[in-house]
């Protein structure tokens, strides 16, 4: 496993060790010590999700505020632009994002620590995204960013306007959302 920092130090991207022939690939999605020894992120997951979306589909930005959820996510048909932004207000990067391409090809999984936002747009036709938590969903402590904030101005690689759900549209602003202390 190859662990590649990103802007933000504790969002990380993990590319798996993969063994390919003529007759297709296998890798080790997770391994909990590998992880831990080249990440230095002790936790335990304890729940696992997947979510199948259309082009131009995006979800999020996603969090609890209490029992936050760590997120180690991966896609395994097709591709996304997997978003993190930083809700920490103790943090150097409260504020910030950071983003990366997420696909069945290039096999990468990006830890999204607690403390963040987290979402991602469909990039190829179709996409099936599947991520562990660290926490058990709890709907009564979910919130949710704008995915279109302008004080936040991701760059989503989108044209025209994506199909999001009516809660996603309902998301509230940097400015007034509830953040981690």
């Known amino acids: 496993m190859n662990i590649i920092p990103t802007e933000i130090t504790d969002v990380l991207i993990s590319e798996p060790r993969v ?15 590998a992880f831990t020894e080249k ?16 082009k131009n ?8 505020i209490q029992q936050p959820q760590g997120k180690l996510v991966r896609v395994v048909v097709g591709e996304v632009f997997d978003v993190a932004v930083d809700l920490r207000k103790s943090s150097p990067t409260f504020g910030q994002w950071v983003s ?16 963040f936002a987290h979402g991602f747009c469909v990039v190829s036709e179709v996409a099936e995204v599947l991520y562990k938590t660290t ?9 949710c960013l704008l995915w279109n904030d302008p004080d936040l ?9 994506p199909l ?18």
């Open 19 to 33: 063994f390919e022939d003529n007759r297709g690939f296998f890798y080790e999605s997770y391994n909990e010590r």
């Open 100 to 115: 990366c391409l997420l696909s069945a090809e290039n096999k990468r999984q990006l830890w999204v620590p607690v403390g």
């Open 153 to 161: 101005a991701i760059a989503w690689p989108i044209t025209g306007d």
């Open 135 to 143: 926490d058990y969903y709890a709907p009564q402590h979910e919130r």
């Open 39 to 54: 990440t230095g992120v002790d936790t335990h997951f304890v729940q696992d999700n997947h979510s199948r979306s259309g």
């Open 57 to 64: 589909i995006l979800r999020g930005l996603h969090y609890q």
């Open 164 to 181: 999001v759900s009516a809660k996603d549209q309902a998301g509230q602003s940097f400015k007034t959302a509830e953040v981690f202390s």
